[in-house]
């Protein structure tokens, strides 16, 4: 299946990957480096207890700290294999059906790796399984 993206098409979205890899890449640097700590090997999150005596607190903190590093990280990973898929001819092309993506959809998240509907089918049962797991 051929994607219905044009040469411009995927010009753009490959600088929209690109500027979004390379934001995203400064936000995670900002927040392991938030204590000044510049170097690579000292990056670390925030000591939240160091913040506050509230224990709870400082632990809804410290969690809310390493989900939001694993959301970016997660981001980072989509981003990557998206202009993996681009340079290797792929891109565009659902991982589910095999079917192009729609050019509007791509645009609106140059990441997608699936069409709407299997994306929408993803969703529904990936909240039915985290619904019946509990
Ligand atoms: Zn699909």
Redesign the pocket.
């Known amino acids: 299946m051929v994607s219905p993206l044009s040469d411009r098409d995927i010009e753009s979205l490959h600088a929209a990957l690109k500027q979004r890899r390379a934001q995203v890449g400064v936000e995670v640097q900002e927040r392991l480096h938030r204590h000044g700590l510049l170097t690579h090997e000292d990056a670390a999150l925030p000591n939240r207890r160091e913040e506050t005596d509230d224990e709870a607190a400082a632990d809804t903190a410290a969690r809310m700290d390493i989900a939001a590093v694993a959301r970016e990280a997660e981001e980072l990973a989509r981003l990557e294999g998206a202009l993996k898929r681009l340079a290797e001819g792929e891109y565009g092309i ?6 192009p ?1 729609a050019r509007e959809r791509l645009f609106a998240n140059p990441a997608a790796t ?6 929408q089918f993803a969703e529904r049962t990936d909240r039915h399984r985290k619904a019946t797991r509990n």
């Open positions: 659902c991982t589910e059906c095999g079917e993506i699936r069409c709407a509907e299997c994306q």
